[in-house]
């Protein structure tokens, strides 16, 4: 079955960097774009990142922009996403998603990784 | 960028209601508006794509509508595990941008 599971997340110091990944398995990994999301505690959803399925195109929200980096292994079924430079703001639960479909969707999604960014 | 306004923000109903959560885009996006239902301390599930396309597995008491920048979730007879936060999201433009959410709550 279709799973994506997100590692990496812990405390981290401001202006510190933390490296998220999140691990394929169930499907051809590389037939999909994939995007992160992220959730502040007890705030709404924030779209952050996508790559496409060779990682030839990339994109950010504003918020994230010039710190963070998506990227991905697809001999290892495995996404990343570098964040630098880390603030308060960026505390969160980032989740990985899969999407699919000409109507572009986001089908299946990880469990999540908690970054807290606090000194 | 796209911006998206959901409403109500919340609300309170009883089981066996409808209920209609509005979502309204900064400008024309098509179809391309999706629902997400989120319970506590779990990843979102995708229930609509397409503003109208129900998700696989998706009772089809979730029913999704509009064009353009105006956009419906409908729940017809709210069942028990129904009550949670709803997202929608729209895929027209990166940056693909959420509503900032809407709690159905038990009355």
């Known amino acids: 079955q279709v799973q994506l599971v997100e590692s990496g997340g812990g405390l981290v110091k401001p202006g510190g960097s933390l490296r998220l990944s999140c691990a394929a398995s169930g499907f051809t990994f590389s037939d999909y774009y994939i995007h992160w999301i992220r959730q502040a505690p007890g705030k709404g959803l924030e779209w952050v990142s996508y790559?496409?399925?060779?990682?030839?195109?990339?994109a950010y929200a504003d918020s994230v922009k010039g710190r963070f980096t998506i990227s991905r292994d697809n001999a290892k079924n495995s996404l990343f996403l570098q964040m630098n430079s880390l603030r308060g703001e960026d505390t969160a639960v980032y989740y990985c998603?899969?999407?699919?479909?000409?109507?572009?969707?986001?089908?299946?999604w990880g469990q999540g990784a908690l970054v807290t960014v606090s000194s | 960028d796209i911006q998206l306004t959901q409403s109500p923000s919340s609300l309170s109903a009883s089981v066996g209601d409808s209920v209609t959560i509005t979502c309204r885009a900064s400008q024309s996006i098509d179809s391309y508006l999706n629902w997400y239902q989120q319970k506590p301390g779990k990843a979102p599930k995708l229930l609509i794509y397409?503003?109208?396309g129900l998700q696989r597995w998706v009772p089809s008491r979730f029913a999704g509508s509009g064009s353009g920048a105006d956009f419906t979730l409908t729940i017809n007879s709210l069942q028990p595990e129904d009550f949670a936060t709803y997202y929608c999201?729209?895929?027209?433009?990166?940056?693909?941008?959420f509503g900032q959410g809407t709690k159905v709550e038990i009355k």
């Open positions: 790559i496409s399925k060779r990682g030839d195109t990339i």
């Open positions: 998603a899969r999407e699919i479909g000409y109507q572009p969707r986001l089908d299946f």
């Open positions: 397409g503003a109208s």
């Open positions: 999201q729209q895929s027209h433009t990166a940056p693909y941008s």
